[in-house]
């Protein structure tokens, strides 16, 4: 096995004195593609922001390339790893193209501005993410699903070796969402780019994700393959109902609620 890219280390994490996870252990290896899946308030959310370094763990709680994330440069890890949050709001009226340009920041000394290379990585990371069309808009004037599709392709301009997102999908229509899938897809796969993201759809973590980690009240309930951790037991126990569970051919799952069986 390779050195993991990220670690953690039997991290509890708490915002005030109530710990929300706890301990915490997850070994990521260059190259994969995780998803992290559980219910609302399971901790999805808190273990990404640590895993992007939003969120500071404790002291060799959190490795990056065998290295404490607190030893880091900063400019340097800000390069290496791209968080992408589930909400986004802008105080200031920056245009669509000027967010895209931002994910070039970390390669930027102070007082140098943007070169060609960086306007044509942005302009391409546009194109992918079909942006380009109001690129000259506001960022608070498009829709929510289209801010999405923005700051995801801001993060891919960043050119990082771990792309973490929270949600990415959870705003888009059926189309952007395995459009957006499929571009990480893409990265990962031709540029080794790792990839760790939470979701709410199963069916679509079941397809694309090669390994996910289920959540349960700040806990690993479970962490393999999908096939492994999807398990119509797994998820009746975390998610508190009953569900029919097809097993498609490609290994992926349909889940449908036992709508009967919900309290
Ligand atoms: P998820 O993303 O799985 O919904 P979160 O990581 O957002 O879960 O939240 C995990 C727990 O941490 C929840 O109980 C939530 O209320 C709590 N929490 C999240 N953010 C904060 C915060 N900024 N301050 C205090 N508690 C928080
Ligand atoms: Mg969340």
Redesign the pocket.
Known sequence: MNQPIIKICDTTFS??QKP?LHSISMDVQPGEFVGVI??????????L?LLGGVLSAGPGNLLFKGVDYLNQNRKHLARSITWVPQEHSMAFPFKVSEIVLMGRHPYLSAFTFEGEEDIEIAHSAMERTQTLQFAQRGFNEISGGEKQRVVIAGAIAQEPEVMIL?EPTSALDIKYQIQILNILKQLNENKNMTVVL?MHDLHLASKFCRRLVL?NE?EVFQDGAPEEVLQKDHIEKVYDIRIHLVRNQDGSVMISPDTLCIQ
């Not at 559980?38 to 273990?47: L, Y």
């Open positions: 915002y005030d929300v559980g219910p609302n308030g399971s901790g999805k959310s808190t273990i922001k929270d939470a959540l700040g």
